[in-house]
């Protein structure tokens, strides 16, 4: 039964124009936050962005950012590029966007303070920063199943964090919290087919 | 149903002696695939170790860097940091150690090539690896959730990565690829108590 919910979830970008009632909405986060986080810290927030002028900021400010980056690639590529760019903004058509954000927990950096060498340093903060991405990621795919379980699209997009920073400025993130992906959610309007995946076989390599 | 699967899975961290037979690995990490990832790239590998010597060496590896680390902690705060530092070798006694890794794919950056201004690349260069790396967890919490659908346990460790480069190295993890955790994997020896959470209303801010 897991098998058939996990084989069956597609990432959805077309939607329904109807609204997702609030207290769905909630139900899915109430099971996102079931995932593990290093030491039960909980690293996550989430952003639920209804407000319609608010996703549409968004996806100007990633419209944006893509100009630049088309601008800066030479002529010869920038066409396959678009194309790829263009998947950016497809969050701007769900009634729902939520945006997973997370916060490094840096217990052992704070208490190490400038006392550790150049590579454990690095290491450390490293190690820091990535269990509050890793953490909240959990809660997201959680999140994705949630949702289709439920009958609703979803898809996780990192593609519109080459606007990072404006994003988080739209949505008014706090100081040391960091935008995860950006999550279009709703009642899908298209039944994609399945992508193809590189079996396990091909994607691991055993130690025995 | 698959809020009962979500509401039960615990991080199991003590486990049977019994091997996981190879096909229920494979199994799982089939059903860890089935995540999305950007453009599905599938930036995933994971390293499957079943060697015991090979999971003392990371243990040990473990154990030095977080020696260097409570040597670097002032006397008063080092007890406690010993006591949450006891729990990054606990994989050491999982019969099977999964380390899923990932690999940042520069697509944008390799063809902007200098030629964006420092905040844009900043930002693509994040964006590029932050893909690689969030669908990578997002296919952990898949491998997470399989596992305890077939009667396993499993948790998802960072706090080894203070060890990152020597795992790497004992791994033979190839350039350019980076460890996302360290997951012990086996038949449960014990029955974690549901640890609490933050309820979604605690953790969502929803802009109307």
């Not at 609204?19 to 899915?28: C, G, K, M, N, Q």
């Not at 809660?139 to 964090?161: D, I, Q, R, W, Y």
């Not at 920073?165 to 949505?171: G, K, Q, T, V």
């Amino acid at each position: 039964m897991i098998e058939e919910l996990l084989r069956s979830r597609r990432s959805v970008r077309r939607f329904k124009p109807d609204p997702v009632p609030a207290e769905v909405v909630e139900r899915l986060l109430d099971l996102a936050v079931t995932a593990p986080s290093a030491s039960n810290k909980q690293p996550w927030r989430f952003v639920v962005v209804e407000r319609r002028a608010t996703i549409d900021e968004m996806a100007a400010a990633v419209r944006a950012a893509r100009a630049r980056i088309e601008a800066a690639i030479p002529e010869g590529s920038r066409e396959a590029v678009a194309a790829y760019g263009e998947y950016f903004t497809r969050f701007e058509r769900a009634p729902v966007v939520v945006v997973p954000i997370h916060r490094p927990l840096p217990l052992l950096s704070t208490l190490a303070d400038g006392r550790l060498d150049d590579a454990d340093a690095s290491a450390v903060a490293q190690m820091e920063r990535d269990s509050a991405l890793v953490g909240t990621s959990l809660a997201l795919m959680n999140l994705l199943l949630a949702a289709h379980a439920e009958g609703l699209g979803a898809s996780a997009m990192t593609g519109p964090l080459i606007a990072r920073a404006e994003i988080a400025r739209i949505l008014g993130v706090p100081p040391g919290w960091d935008i995860v992906a950006v999550v279009p959610l709703g009642y899908p309007d298209e039944v994609p087919a399945a992508t193809e995946r590189k079996s396990a076989a091909k994607v691991t390599r055993t130690i025995r």
